[in-house]
């Protein structure tokens, strides 16, 4: 049987079972095709920042897991990179994601949350996800890109099969990715022919003016923008609000308090963060990790989940602690491939949760067992139904 058998249905307490047991397992990868798990902190947290673990699939042997199967114009993006490519390609969208930058989203991501919460009405019942928490970003992320708004309707069913494919439409994923890039096709094309105040625009003078990008850097880039803006902040609206649900202790003291909400983001990240696995990487040599020798070009998955709940960095790993140090936890990454858009991640969720303490104090969950996305690789909820009243006075 494979070691990490039931990861599905309780990651958490498999992670903690194979961390306990031994640093990195031989294991299978989404795809059921061999690769190495490492779990424990210090191999994972030094594995992201390796440069001897590419992640260029050209370097990956043959028949070990690849991750998702994307076509050139989708796969020629940074979680595919190694420098130099990674490094100048980065460099390109890089500023649009800087903390000064996103704090000049912040009054309009506001202004986003709060027509969002309007749309609720003053006392209810409502899925957070599909009414807040996916709603938000997706609307952030296409502003800041220029897609139109009538083209983000069908993008989370889009990501759903890709992300957390559903095993009755096993050409679900296929079709979203055919979907996707007639998606940014027309999309590069409108704005070729009518450049606007975007980013998306800006890049495209970027590569229709010299000869830094690509046509399918252009749209990979785009498709990983659109696709990772979103959907991790999704998972992170959704999990922080569960968190405080489920924890009144913890709510009560953030709602004394709201300027401990940054703080707060970081505890959720690493408590139950978006993203279970970091992008598989290839060693380019043999290597040693936790004392296991890996050979070259077999893949490795590190697990930030379980990273971010090894006791040895964070004691009494498995507790909601929003007064804890949650310095180096490792939610959005490490190394060159931190996730570049962490700061509005982070402002989103800030202002998202602000927004709905706020406005709602007698919020409660509308059920007794939330569901959790069938993932390996994202952590997220189906749903999150809640109860809900404004201020009264």
Known sequence: MDPAHGLLEDPHGVYRRLRESAPVHRTAGPDGSPAWLVTRYEDVRAALADPRLSLDKANAREGSYRGLSLP??????????????????????????????????????????????????????????????APLPITVICALLGVPDDHRRDFRAWTDALVAPDPARPAAAKEAVVA????????????????????????????????????????????????AGYENTVQLIGNAVLGLLEHPEQLAALRTDPARIPAAVEEFARHEGPVLLAIRRFPTEDMTIGGVTVPAGETVL????????????????????????????????????????????????????????????????????????????????????????????
């Open 72 to 133: 050139p114009a989708l796969d020629a993006n940074l979680l595919n990179m190694d420098p130099p490519d990674h490094t100048r390609i980065r460099r390109l969208v890089a500023r649009a994601f800087t903390t000064r930058r996103v704090e000049h989203l912040r009054a309009p991501i506001r202004r986003t949350a709060d027509r969002l919460l309007d749309a609720l009405g003053p006392h209810g019942t409502a899925d957070l996800i599909a009414a807040y928490a």
């Open 180 to 227: 996707m890039l007639g998606f940014f096709t027309d999309l590069i094309a409108a704005k070729r022919a009518e450049p606007a105040d975007d980013l998306l625009s800006d890049l495209i003078a970027v590569r229709d003016e010299g000869d830094r990008l690509t046509e399918d850097e252009l749209m990979s880039l785009a498709f990983l923008i659109l696709f």
């Open 302 to 393: 590190l697990s930030l989940a379980a990273a971010n709940r090894d006791p040895a960095r964070f004691p009494d790993p498995d507790r909601l602690d929003l007064g804890r140090d949650t310095s180096g936890h490792l939610a959005l990454g490490h190394g060159i491939h931190h996730c570049l858009g962490a700061p509005l991640a982070r402002a989103e969720t800030e202002i998202a949760l602000a927004a709905l303490l706020e406005r709602f104090p007698d919020l409660a969950l509308a059920t007794d067992a939330p569901r959790w996305r069938p993932s390996l690789r994202a952590r997220g909820l189906v749903a999150l139904p809640v109860t809900y009243a404004e201020k009264t006075s």
